[in-house]
């Protein structure tokens, strides 16, 4: 078997599929051995946030984060199909988005923020990406908006993308006050009907709460999630400095995606840095970015030998795993 065949072979959506299986099913044991550690507290700022969801029904939020997860792979499916994001036909960024949730199991097998975040995100770009040069689109803008405001009533953390779909707005040639207005009521408009059928009530509203987002983990489990996290923002910035020099030959269509997948990226590790005491709520959107970008690079360089470097990277998420569930 030659190293080009391996090279093909490890791009293609058969050994995808095949990883993203095997990482549910790693999941199904570490959740079944009891390892999961609950996310506890309401860091809702006037609705329940999503880990108190189904905290009366663990076995229900894990099957909805397997649900959740498997979501976020087929909007990165979508995205590349439709846009056509990594420049060629590639199904890398499943295997390297399930090793890199793997990576952080106790995280994978329960439904909170961050799984939800990581499903949200990915779809209100796919919304923004179809109104490229198209600014009669404002209904798109009006919906990303409106999810995304109507969700921070359950977690502060959402408010960070709007910011970048604001930028998204000018990458995407669609800026204009029609757009910026459509924005505008979309953030008003959830809160208004929230406080309209007495959902919440002013009195309801919580300030964010900074404290001890590791109060329930132990030291070895919090130094083995900083380090990936750590390896993943290192590995996202280093293919993003290499993507450049191929990004700047796109055209303008593409270069705006590529623009809009970068302050994703670049809000993200800004927000989990400021909102550190919230960084697990970040991790599964820094995987997604991740597996964007460190996909997007071996998309284009595609060396007969460049199998061994995306082997590689995979065997260092799963000895995270390993790390996590045996020692």
């Known amino acids: 078997m030659t190293h080009s065949l391996i090279t093909r072979i490890v791009h293609s959506r058969g050994v995808g599929v095949t990883v993203a299986v095997i990482v549910a099913v790693l999941a199904v044991v570490y959740y079944c051995g009891g390892n999961t550690i609950p996310l506890t507290g309401d860091n809702g700022l006037a609705l329940p946030s999503a880990n108190e969801w189904f905290a009366g029904a663990p076995g229900l939020g894990f099957a909805l984060s397997l649900v959740a997860n498997g979501a976020t792979v087929v909007v990165m499916l979508l995205l590349n199909k439709v846009f056509n994001v990594f420049r060629s036909m590639t199904s890398l960024f499943i295997a390297l988005y399930a090793v890199l949730q793997l990576a952080t199991p106790s995280l994978l097998t329960q439904f909170y923020t961050g ?6 995100v990915p779809l209100c770009m796919f919304l923004l990406f179809g109104c490229y040069r198209q600014p009669d689109s404002t209904h798109r803008i009006f919906l990303i908006a409106f999810i995304l405001s109507g969700l921070t009533a359950t977690q502060y ?3 960070f993308y709007l910011l970048p779909f604001f930028v998204g707005c000018w990458q995407m040639s669609i800026l204009s006050r029609r757009t910026v207005a459509a924005a505008l009521m979309g953030i008003a408009t959830p809160w208004i009907l929230y406080l309209g059928y007495g959902i919440i009530d002013t009195s309801g509203l919580q300030w964010p ?21 750590g390896f993943t923002a290192f590995l996202t910035l280093l293919c993003y400095i290499l993507n450049v020099f191929k990004t700047i030959a796109y055209n303008a269509r593409a270069r705006a995606v ?15 840095c400021v909102d550190y005491r919230n960084i697990v709520g970040y991790v599964p959107m820094l995987n997604y970015c991740a597996a964007m970008e460190v996909t997007h690079y071996f998309s284009t360089h595609r060396a007969e030998k460049t199998y061994i470097a995306i082997l590689l990277i995979l065997a260092a998420y799963v000895a995270f795993y390993i790390c996590q569930t045996v020692i």
């Open 115 to 120: 799984t939800l975040l990581a499903v949200v």
């Open 258 to 272: 590529n623009g809009a997948f970068t302050v994703v990226t670049l809000v993200t590790v800004v927000a989990m």
């Open 157 to 159: 953390c959402y408010a």
């Open 209 to 229: 709460r900074f404290g001890g987002i590791f109060s329930e983990i132990d030291l070895d489990d919090t130094m083995l999630l900083l380090a990936s996290i």
